[in-house]
């Protein structure tokens, strides 16, 4: 995936994350959501790249899709357009993965400032905002 800091960003397809994903949920309680449709869906994991969801069917073909993500808490949104990548089936039906196609620069900032406080506050030790912006920015742990 390519950076995200033009107004709109093209992602070509077939390539899969880079970039570090983060549990979507804090304390057991889910803290990012996801608005498709007008439906308010909890997210799954979220990276500078994209975003997974619980979805109860795989879709016939990748589509596109305009998409708000909220934080937990703050008024403030962020709001783009993603593409479905991928469909895993498991116990509790399945989870769809998302790739951001269009993302403005100011909510490519604002989601890697989400991102770094939110490894900030997850931490299982102490960690320096410059660490958790580098956590965000980096490549994949995993």
Do not use: Y
């Not at 909510?107 to 956590?135: C, F, G, M, N, Y």
Request: proline fraction near 5%; charge should be negative.
């Amino acid at each position: 995936m390519m950076e995200l800091q033009t107004a709109t960003a093209v992602v070509p397809r077939g390539e899969r994350r880079k970039r570090q994903r983060f549990v979507a949920k804090r304390w057991g309680n889910v803290c990012f959501w996801v608005v498709i449709d007008g439906e308010r869906l909890p997210v799954n994991d979220l990276s500078l790249e994209g975003f997974s969801v619980q979805w109860g069917w795989p879709l016939a073909e990748p589509e596109a899709f305009p998409f708000v993500i909220e934080l937990e808490g703050i008024p403030d949104v962020i709001r783009g357009v993603a593409e479905t990548v991928n469909f895993v089936l498991g116990a509790e039906g399945g989870m769809m993965g998302c790739r951001f196609v269009t993302l403005s620069r100011d909510a490519a900032e604002r989601l890697h400032e989400w991102l770094t406080l939110h490894v900030i506050s997850t931490a299982t030790i102490r960690i320096s905002e410059a660490d958790a912006a580098a956590i965000v920015s980096g490549p994949s742990l995993v």
